[in-house]
């Protein structure tokens, strides 16, 4: 078995669970808190507020370049990692494979991302409006309407690049990868069970 697989093959469930890079710059967004069975109004007056802070914070025209140093900060933490948790050197050949498969991945989060963007900046607004008061949002407006306010913001994702952070992060993606193979292994093991066990679906 080549030595990446089993990292390459966590290094893409944890790809995904992070949300193809889903903007860690949003992370100035409230937090989350358990779903409601349907989302409540928004109160109009707030809502409105909130789209001005929303497009101040994320400019739309800069959007897409949040995006991509998210994922570009990502992909290279995730590339360390799955090179460091494989189970020995891994030759140039591999290596090559691995960066064939990343340049993909990042090309199909770029295109995902621009797709989502303008459904996920809106439903962020009205995140906002559920969770700050009118005053509230008044003065998250006036914060990110400054120089600095919206620098903090929109510099928010770049964090990720700063080498004590992705010092920790891919420490931690080596683990997560190192604690995720056996569950992922069980789970592709069940998956097999399953379906060998499963009768054959009858045909009309």
């Given at each position: 078995?080549?030595?990446l697989?089993?990292p390459?093959?966590?290094?893409?469930?944890?790809?995904?669970?992070?949300?193809?890079?889903?903007?860690?710059?949003?992370?100035?967004?409230?937090?989350?808190?358990?779903?409601?069975t349907?989302?409540?109004?928004v109160?109009?007056?707030?809502?409105?507020?909130?789209?001005?802070?929303?497009a101040?914070?994320?400019?739309?025209?800069?959007?897409r370049?949040?995006?991509?140093?998210?994922t570009?900060?990502l992909?290279?933490?995730f590339?360390?990692?799955?090179?460091?948790?494989?189970?020995?050197?891994?030759?140039?050949g591999?290596?090559?494979i691995?960066?064939?498969?990343?340049?993909?991945?990042?090309?199909?989060?770029?295109?995902?991302?621009?797709i989502?963007?303008?459904?996920?900046?809106?439903?962020?607004?009205?995140?906002?409006?559920?969770?700050?008061?009118?005053?509230?949002?008044?003065?998250?407006?006036?914060?990110?309407?400054?120089?600095?306010?919206?620098?903090?913001?929109?510099?928010?994702?770049?964090?990720l690049?700063d080498?004590?952070?992705?010092r920790v992060?891919?420490?931690?993606?080596q683990?997560?990868?190192?604690?995720?193979?056996?569950?992922?292994?069980?789970?592709?093991?069940?998956?097999?069970?399953?379906?060998?066990k499963?009768p054959?679906?009858?045909?009309?």
């Open positions: 078995m080549n030595r697989s089993r390459l093959g966590l290094l893409l469930v944890l790809f995904l669970a992070a949300g193809a890079a889903a903007p860690a710059f949003a992370q100035t967004a409230p937090a989350p808190a358990p779903a409601p349907a989302a409540s109004p109160d109009p007056e707030r809502l409105a507020i909130a789209e001005e802070v929303v101040l914070a994320f400019p739309v025209e800069r959007r370049e949040m995006f991509a140093r998210v570009d900060s992909l290279a933490q590339r360390a990692a799955a090179l460091e948790t494989a189970p020995g050197p891994v030759d140039a591999a290596q090559a691995l960066d064939r498969y990343l340049v993909r991945v990042r090309a199909e989060a770029d295109r995902l991302n621009t989502v963007s303008p459904e996920l900046f809106a439903a962020f607004a009205r995140a906002y409006a559920r969770a700050f008061t009118r005053d509230e949002l008044v003065q998250i407006r006036a914060f990110v309407a400054t120089p600095a306010g919206a620098k903090y913001v929109q510099r928010s994702g770049t964090l690049s080498p004590d952070v992705a992060n891919t420490a931690h993606i683990r997560a990868m190192e604690t995720m193979a056996p569950v992922k292994d069980e789970f592709l093991r069940d998956l097999a069970d399953y379906f060998r499963r054959a679906p009858r045909r009309s």
